[in-house]
């Protein structure tokens, strides 16, 4: 696509505006684009909000999930702070510590699509990392061993289930000393 601005060179830069249900995109190249620096006055940008871009990806996740016909919830509230999950999607806040626990089959899957993963693992201290790695070892090799049961590889599962009987050992090993 050529440039919108000099009709000569090969546009590299897209800029997209939606306001108010309204696209408006604007192709350029690199020299024009340059020429405009930070005074592109009609693609003002945002100052940038987490909860906002949290309550967009709420909103658009709600969107998606009607369109492929996925039944909608009878509406969900927190056993503590009575906060409903459509307040928490307007929001983009929880009301208490309850609710995590109440909103948990809504917020798992978010969670899974935000970070790809629901569980927080964090960092490992130093002296502790050895154990920690044995124990997320020993929890992933379980999952494994579930699904390894499930299809019938039993030569497999047995693999698996010795090679978690050794890392548990080996932590109650290191827990006696």
């Given amino acids: 696509m050529l440039c919108q601005i000099c009709k000569k060179k090969e546009a590299t830069i897209i800029l997209t505006k939606v306001s108010e249900g309204q696209k408006t995109v604007i192709q350029l190249c690199q020299d024009c684009a340059s020429m405009f620096n930070d005074k592109l006055s009609i693609f003002p940008i945002p100052e940038f909000n987490i909860n906002d871009l949290l309550t967009g990806l709420l909103k658009a996740i709600d969107l ?21 999950y459509d307040e928490f999607k307007q929001s983009g806040k929880l009301g208490c510590s309850v609710c995590y626990h109440d909103f948990r089959e809504q917020l798992i899957p978010l969670l899974r699509r935000l970070h790809g993963n629901s569980e927080h693992v964090g960092k490992i201290p130093q002296r502790a990392k050895g154990k920690l790695n044995k124990i997320r070892k020993i929890k992933q090799l379980r999952k494994e061993l579930q699904e390894v049961v499930s299809r019938e590889e039993y030569e497999k599962a047995a693999k698996i289930r010795d090679e978690i009987l050794k890392l548990e050992g080996a932590l109650k090993k290191r827990n006696a000393k």
Wanted: charged share 30%; glycine share 4%; with cysteine.
């Fill in 64 to 84: 998606y999930s009607k369109e492929e016909g996925v039944i909608p919830i009878k509406e969900v509230k927190c056993s503590n702070c009575h906060l409903t």
